[in-house]
């Protein structure tokens, strides 16, 4: 008898595991952006219902700073997910500046105002991470723009570009120059991690080969600045058999330097700038463009909703999407909408050509 | 009377220098309910300590009819040495280096009579390029003892405020209590005139640069401590932003007159500007436009009076 009560106790308890299991691989695998855009690159989540906590909630970012035309699709595509989302009662958007004091100072007036999840993308992870233990302390769910490495432990890391992006770059101009020749190299703006991350996939990429860098400078991913440096060398006559760009404005300004000088284009590197394409489809010059999506602003959005709603989330995701190329380049490049529209977009159709129909 | 009058004069300070960063408290008072929470007042604190070092260097430069842009490249430079030397050199290197810009910023302007405005951008490009090659990617390690003195709570307080009365104490002292001080209002008023009477305008000028970087490598470290990371870049926005402050306080660029209680004030407005605005959520792109509204405001205010003619 005592043997039969075991049995059915055993029964129950399998039987109970396994209902459990299926309800949790029955949850739905939340999508941060389309499968094309976004993978999770690690296999740990974050445990369901951990942040889990009633609306309408208060969700502050704190963003690096502006400078060029993709943070500002960013954080247009950012607020109208937030404005979306009638969870959302209140997003606070700060920007730093580029100013590692005003981000240390944007972070703790967030954390002051009780945010219920706080959204970093960090000028350098080494700077907040004082203020990322701080909000994790107090639990509130910290979710990374950016990638953190072995320094920050957010809650969630989201993420494209960096190494990726630059070695995307590093790798077309080796195949397009048969691993020898001579590369001018515009960075972005120095000190700045992601602009490292970029420069370091470059030089991983051209590694072992016979390219020589003859020309590098920080032109801040300007285009102003970019076309002056570009000028100094075009008028100095150096040798160049290709450029690696860490930003596409400086690319669109190069393109215009070679065509206004009369010099035959070499290849040059971008990225899914509607500017940059409409260059590169006009000038005819040989490209390669890694896609860097504005729609990583809402994906931050949407995880932060996701761990507010108590889902579960992978702890990692990165975007990187097949390059843009001499041969899909018409699928991506929209001659109705302005150079400052990038593409891929989570705006709506509507919303696109309102704010980038071209006059 | 007379005496008030002529020290309202020598200070530079008029009502609205006062008057800002009253009527912004009493303003973020009444509209966000955090702001007056102590974890606010503290972070504010320790917002501002940074700026308020560096700008009382700057009002020492200014009313002795200098101006110095090479602060912020100092500071990135002294956040760049503070995680890349031994510990026990980091500080010492910092402060050598400090005194070097300096004698180099004064030596160019008195002896090479290189305009300040040039001489200062020229140490200050050299010296971020420096930072950069030292440090080019922000991170690192801060001395333990200095992160310790700068993010602790003696007695329940931010470790921030003492800083910040210390080096008000030690500035109100140098400008109003020595012989200095008397100097350097005398020589930002007219070198001519104080040259006439004994004071050696150049030495002191050089003296003046050399406080100035040595207040910016303070607060380099301060700052550096209480990010508890290494950037070449951090100090890049202090140039300015020492000068807005110290211009909000009635400190005038043309020399001669200036007090530390119109800098801090000054501080106090930027201080509250920016954290008000992140507390209102208003978009940060106001803000620089605010700052320079305000700016414009009390300058045109300010009455510009001839010192020492």
């Known amino acids: 008898m005592i043997y039969l009560t075991r049995i059915a106790a055993l029964t129950a308890l399998i039987g109970s595991a396994m209902l459990t299991t299926t309800a949790a691989l029955a949850q739905e695998e939340v999508q941060l952006l389309p499968a094309n855009l976004i993978e999770a690159t690690s296999p740990n989540m974050v445990p369901a219902g951990k942040f889990k906590k009633d609306g309408p909630w208060k969700i502050g970012m704190s963003f690096v700073g502006v400078g060029n035309t993709w943070i500002v699709q960013m954080i247009e595509e950012t607020k109208l997910e937030a404005a979306s989302n009638p969870n959302i009662g209140e997003f606070i958007f700060t920007e730093a500046n580029w100013q590692p004091a005003k981000q240390v100072a944007d972070m703790e007036d967030l954390i002051a105002q009780k945010v219920d999840a706080l959204i970093v993308a960090p000028l350098a992870p080494a700077l907040v991470k004082d203020q990322v233990a701080k909000a994790l302390a107090a639990g509130i769910p910290v979710i990374n723009f950016g990638t953190g490495g072995d320094i920050l432990s957010t809650t969630v890391e989201v993420m494209g570009g960096g190494e990726r992006f630059g070695e995307v770059g590093g790798t077309f101009l080796k195949e397009k120059l048969g691993g020898k020749g001579v590369i001018w190299a515009f960075r972005g703006i120095a000190g700045v991690t992601e602009e490292q991350q970029r420069y370091d996939g470059f030089r991983k990429a051209i ?6 860098i003859g020309a590098e400078v920080y032109g801040d991913w300007n285009y102003a600045k970019g076309k002056q440096l570009c000028e100094n060398f075009v008028l100095s006559g150096q040798p160049v058999d290709g450029i690696w760009f860490s930003g596409a404005d400086m690319t669109r300004a190069c393109i ?23 260059a590169w489809k006009g000038a005819g010059v040989d490209g390669a463009a890694p896609i860097f999506t504005p729609g990583l602003g809402p994906a931050t959005v949407r995880a932060a909703v996701a761990l507010l709603e108590g889902k579960s989330l992978h702890t990692h995701y990165y975007s990187s999407p097949a390059p843009i190329d001499n041969q899909n380049l018409d699928s991506y490049y929209r001659p109705d909408l302005n150079d400052a529209f990038w593409v891929t977009s989570t705006l709506p159709e509507d919303k696109i050509e309102e704010m980038f129909k071209k006059n | 009377m007379l005496d008030l009058k002529r020290r309202s004069r020598r200070t530079g300070l008029t009502p609205i220098a006062l008057a800002l960063p009253l009527a912004l408290f009493i303003l973020l008072c009444l509209s966000s309910s955090t702001f007056t929470s102590l974890e606010n007042l503290a972070n504010v604190n320790s917002q501002i300590a940074a700026l308020l070092i560096a700008s009382l260097g700057q009002a020492i430069v200014a009313i002795s009819g200098g101006i110095d842009l090479s602060v912020g490249a100092v500071m990135g430079l002294t956040s760049a040495i503070l995680v890349t030397v031994d510990p026990s050199l980091a500080v010492p290197l910092a402060y050598a280096m400090g005194i070097a810009v300096g004698l180099v910023n004064g030596l160019g302007v008195t002896f090479f009579n290189v305009h300040p405005l040039v001489m200062s951008l020229a140490s200050m490009t050299f010296v971020q390029g420096l930072a950069l090659l030292v440090n080019p ?19 329940g307080l931010p470790a921030a405020l003492f ?40 030495r002191h000028k050089v003296a003046c640069y050399v406080l100035c ?25 202090y140039s300015l932003d020492t000068v807005t402050a110290m211009a909000l306080g009635g400190v005038q660029l043309a020399g001669g007159a200036g007090s530390v209680l119109g800098v801090v004030a000054g501080v106090l407005t930027l201080g509250l500007i920016s954290n008000g605005m992140n507390l209102l959520g208003i978009s940060p792109f106001l803000r620089a436009a605010v700052t320079g509204v305000l700016l414009l405001a009390a300058i045109g205010l300010q009455r510009r009076e001839a010192i020492g003619a």
Do not use: C, H
Not at chain 2, 163 to 192: C, E, K, Q
Not at chain 2, 213 to 235: E, H, K, N, P, Q
């Open chain 1, 207 to 212: 590694a072992g080969t016979d390219i020589t």
């Open chain 2, 137 to 155: 990617v922000p991170g690192g390690v801060v001395p333990g003892y200095l992160r310790t003195l700068a993010v602790s709570e003696p007695l």
């Open chain 2, 213 to 237: 970087s040595l207040a910016a490598v303070t607060a380099g470290i301060f700052l550096t401590a209480r990010v508890g990371a290494g950037d070449a870049t951090m100090g890049a926005a």
């Open chain 1, 256 to 278: 215009d330097v070679f065509t206004e000088a009369g010099k035959p284009l070499v290849p040059m590197t971008g990225e899914s700038n509607n500017g940059f394409l409409r």
């Open chain 2, 163 to 202: 800083w910040s009365v210390g080096v008000i104490l030690l500035a109100w002292y140098l400008l109003n209590r020595t012989r200095f001080g008397l100097r350097t209002y005398a020589v930002g008023a007219n070198p001519a005139s104080a040259q006439r009477n004994g004071v050696s305008a150049a």
